[in-house]
């Protein structure tokens, strides 16, 4: 409608090796659409803020070059507040941040990391206890300024980099439940299991930042017999409503361009812009 091109603001979408689990566009999607940012990194790649915006601003230059319109899509909010407001300012010491991942960034590291950071800065451990990689860059900007990332955030100003018309799309709990049990299930029956294990063997729960991607462990554990097929289709339902909060609760406060819409609004939404 819009002769557009997607540029995913996905964290997990990058990776090649995880289509399924990560939900990446299908071959006739790709064929009717151009997208970006979607397969081409390698699980042993890490997926970072800083990296992920330098190639997003090559992509949507390279969008608008050809009078297209760049459509992000996708609900990694940092990367996606990142890239529309630009990357912090606060301090970072590369080495001092080397040490902090080869500490924490890892599942044997986490609960040292939650101890640590709750106990110096409890409004950064509050606000990012369920990401490691926040929690670890909270610690660092600690460690280097002695205050909480929170506090020195707060005096930021935030200004849009590029022109955008933003939308965040609630759908009601009950019906959002019912389609993370109906993905979730479609997911499997698509190869999702196979997909899994043959990442693991490829050393996903080793990689810097991959193995984070919903369900991946939990698919591990079945096939070590820790549970059986529904009770995994249970786990990762729960998984991903717990994960699919945190993003309305993020999008709620943290994109205070966006215009929030329900799924019966989308198509006279279309129409109007």
């Known amino acids: 409608m819009f002769d557009g091109e997607i540029v995913s603001v996905d964290s997990m979408q990058l990776y090649r090796d995880l289509p399924v689990g990560t939900a990446q566009p299908s071959p006739e999607e790709r064929a009717a659409v151009p997208h970006w940012l979607t397969g081409v990194y390698e699980l042993d790649e890490r997926s970072e803020v800083f990296r992920f915006c330098s190639e997003a601003d090559a992509a949507i230059s390279a969008i608008r070059a050809r009078n297209k319109l760049p459509i992000l899509c996708g609900?990694?909010?940092?990367?996606?507040?990142?890239?529309?407001?630009?990357?912090?300012?606060?301090?970072?010491?590369?080495?001092?941040?080397?040490?902090?991942?080869?500490?924490?960034?890892?599942?044997?590291?986490e609960k040292a990391l939650h101890a640590r950071v709750k106990a110096v800065d409890p409004a950064g451990f509050e606000r990012w206890k369920d990401c490691r990689r926040r929690l670890i860059r909270a610690l660092e900007v600690y460690l280097l300024t002695g205050r909480s990332i929170i506090e020195l955030q707060q005096g930021r100003r935030e200004t849009l980099r590029y022109p955008v018309r933003s939308f965040v799309l609630e759908r009601e709990s009950g019906e959002l439940k019912e389609r993370i049990a109906l993905r979730a299930r479609k997911m499997v029956e698509n190869g999702w299991i196979a997909e899994a294990e043959n990442a693991i063997k490829k050393g996903l729960f080793s990689t810097p930042t991959a193995h984070q991607a919903l369900g991946y462990k939990l698919i591990g554990g079945?096939?070590?017999?820790?549970?059986?097929?529904?009770?995994?289709?249970?786990?990762?339902?729960?998984a991903t409503w717990q994960y699919a909060r945190r993003q309305r609760t993020w999008f709620r406060h943290q994109h205070p361009e966006a215009q929030t819409i329900s799924s019966a609004d989308i198509k006279h939404l279309l129409k109007s812009i």
């Open 75 to 109: 609900g990694t909010g940092l990367y996606l507040k990142a890239l529309l407001y630009g990357l912090d300012d606060l301090p970072g010491d590369r080495e001092l941040r080397r040490e902090l991942d080869e500490q924490y960034d890892s599942d044997a590291g």
């Open 222 to 238: 079945f096939l070590n017999g820790e549970f059986d097929l529904e009770k995994l289709h249970e786990k990762i339902c729960t």
